[in-house]
């Protein structure tokens, strides 16, 4: 980690490295399964022991990397079939209430839908990549929340976490990441034109390459 990729911290300010240690398991620095030594991220990162441990609790709790009791962090390593079968389970459940969220979808809600969409957008352009992971599951969870089902919606951000937190781990080029941008988009115009078979073959897109 180069000096000048550190922004200066205040005395007495805390540092948050989180978006470093996850900028590092994308490109690869960190491969998947790599135990992380908090020793060597402090020295990595130029931090403390305390910012260490909360950078990688976060990441824990976005099922970038696992906690394993009394023998630390890794990060987290896929399982291929437990991501195919997760992908399998969203899209029977997302795709199974297109036309409820069609239904109850007002000019209000596609507004908010469209800003969630525009902000996923801004993040790509001046975003840390959890920034732009958390503008994802925001612009998600709003589209869920139309099938007028929370119990739904806390379901299927539970199944999401059964995996990596994907997509940050397909979202290793620019194209990628604005193709998923330019997605949230069309399902939004799906919605605004009442065609529930056009939003669930979305979805099933999205979720698939996601």
């Known amino acids: ?9 205040a005395e007495g300010e805390e540092k948050d490295v989180t ?27 130029e931090c403390t022991r305390p910012e260490v441990r909360r950078a990688l609790d976060r990441l824990a709790q976005k099922r970038l990397v696992e906690h394993v009791p009394n023998r630390g962090y890794h990060v ?12 399998e389970i969203r899209i029977i459940v997302e795709t199974g209430v297109a036309d ?12 908010r839908l469209q800003m969630l969409a525009k902000a996923f957008d ?27 089902n929370q119990e739904l919606v806390d379901l299927v951000t539970e199944i999401r976490q059964r995996t990596s937190s994907a997509p940050v781990s397909q979202w ?12 949230h988009h069309l ?4 919605i605004k034109n ?11 897109k999205h979720i698939m390459q996601g």
């Open 122 to 148: 801004d993040m790509i352009l001046f975003g840390t990549m959890l920034e732009l992971y958390e503008a994802n599951l925001a612009f998600h969870r709003e589209l869920l929340a139309l099938s007028g």
């Open 172 to 183: 290793r080029t620019r194209a990628r990441i604005e193709q998923s941008g330019n997605e």
């Open 19 to 45: 978006d470093f240690i996850l900028q590092d398991i994308l490109t690869g620095v960190l491969a998947p399964g790599t135990w992380l030594k908090q020793i060597d991220l402090e020295r990595r990162y």
């Open 187 to 190: 399902m939004i115009e799906a």
């Open 100 to 111: 409820r969220i069609i239904s109850n979808a007002s000019a209000e809600s596609i507004a």
């Open 76 to 87: 987290y390593e896929p399982d291929g079939r437990r991501a195919r079968e997760v992908s």
């Open 1 to 9: 980690m180069n000096d000048s990729q550190l922004k200066p911290v």
């Open 194 to 204: 009442g065609d529930v078979e056009e939003l669930k073959n979305l979805t099933r």
